[in-house]
C-alpha cells in the first residue's frame, strides 16, 4: 500500500479522487532497528538452519543478500519511496533531563489523584520519579537499545502502582506505596530481563541512585524507610509476590517454587489489569 500512501500525503488524492480540503494526513514511521550482536547471530543460526531445508535453485541467500540485511534488523522495515523522502522529518529521541521532566509530572499527577486529602512533599515525588528513571536506563543499558523503553512503560507502572496500593487492604493507606511502587517496578522492568544478575544489578542501582536517601525524614510513613537496602527491596519483593500468590488456589502436589510464583503474578495482575503479556520458556 505504499503507493497509495504515497498519492494520499503527497498528491492529496486515492486513485485520483481529491480528498476533502477538511481532512488532514499524518504519518509516522518506524525506524532502522539493528539487532545486538547476540540476537543477530541467534538469527543467523537459525535462517541459516531453514535455508539448508530449501532446493538448490537461482535465488541468491548468501550473507550479503536482501533477506541477510533484513534479518539483521529488529523488525522488518519497508523502504520508503523516494517521493516521500524530502517529507520525512526526524525528531529524535528525548533527551535524559527532558524525560525525567516528564515522569516527574506523570508522577505528581499518579500521587495526587492517588491521595488527593493528603498533602504529600515534593521528596516523596522525587523519591518515586528517581527510581523509575533509574529502571528505564538500566534497561536500556541491559539490553542495548535506547528504545526499548518509553513513557508508555512508566505510564504502565504507575497505573500498576496505583492498582497495588488501592488492593492492597481494604483501605488505602499512605504506607503501602513503597511496596507498591516496588511490585510495580518489578512487573515492568524486572521481570522481562533474562539474567538473574541483571535483576540483583536493578535493585542494587535502584537503591545506590535513589534521588532521595531511603530514611529521609519526610519519607517516613510511605513504606519506603524500612527498605533500606538492595536485598531488602529484592527480598520484599520476593515476600510481596509470594502473599500475592498464597490467595490463589493452588491444587494439591503442586510445588509453588519462584518461577511457578512469577508467571502466576504476572499472569494474574496481566489480566486484571488488561496488560498484554507473553510468557516465554518451556512449558
Known amino acids: 500500500h505504499m503507493g497509495l500512501i504515497t498519492e494520499a500525503l503527497c498528491e492529496r488524492s486515492i486513485y485520483g479522487e481529491p480528498l476533502p480540503d477538511n481532512l488532514y494526513l499524518l504519518a509516522a514511521l518506524n525506524p532502522y532497528r539493528m539487532q545486538s550482536d547476540e540476537d ?15 532446493p538448490a535453485g537461482l535465488a541468491y541467500r548468501g550473507a550479503h543478500s536482501a533477506a541477510a540485511q533484513l534479518r539483521k534488523l529488529v523488525y522488518g522495515v519497508k523502504s520508503v519511496p523516494h517521493t516521500l523522502r524530502d517529507m520525512v522529518f526526524d525528531f529524535g529521541s528525548l533527551l535524559p533531563k527532558h524525560e525525567r521532566a516528564y515522569v516527574l509530572a506523570m508522577t505528581e499527577r499518579c500521587l495526587s489523584e492517588l491521595f488527593p486529602q493528603l498533602s504529600l512533599p515534593t521528596e516523596l515525588r522525587d523519591q518515586v520519579a528517581g527510581i523509575l528513571v533509574v529502571a528505564q536506563s538500566h534497561v536500556r543499558t541491559v539490553e542495548g537499545d535506547p528504545s526499548v523503553v518509553s513513557l508508555r512503560d512508566v505510564r504502565r507502572c504507575l497505573d500498576l502502582v496505583s492498582f497495588f496500593t488501592v488492593n492492597f487492604s481494604r483501605q488505602k493507606k499512605l504506607s503501602q506505596l513503597g511496596p507498591s511502587v516496588l511490585l510495580g517496578v518489578a512487573f515492568v522492568y524486572y521481570y522481562r530481563l533474562r539474567e538473574q544478575q541483571a535483576r540483583s544489578d536493578l535493585w542494587k542501582e535502584i537503591y545506590g541512585r535513589a534521588r532521595v ?34 490467595r490463589l488456589d493452588i491444587e494439591k502436589g503442586i510445588a509453588l517454587n519462584e518461577a511457578l510464583k512469577q508467571n502466576l503474578f504476572v499472569t494474574v495482575v496481566s489480566i486484571l489489569n488488561k496488560i498484554p503479556v507473553f510468557l516465554v520458556g518451556k512449558p
Open 40 to 54: 543477530a547471530a541467534v538469527s543467523a543460526a537459525a535462517a541459516a538452519a531453514a535455508d539448508a531445508d530449501l
Open 213 to 246: 536517601s531511603w530514611s529521609h525524614r519526610l519519607l517516613r510513613g510511605s513504606g519506603f524507610s524500612s527498605l533500606n537496602s538492595a536485598r531488602t527491596l529484592e527480598e520484599a519483593v520476593s515476600r510481596l509476590q509470594t502473599r500475592f500468590c498464597q
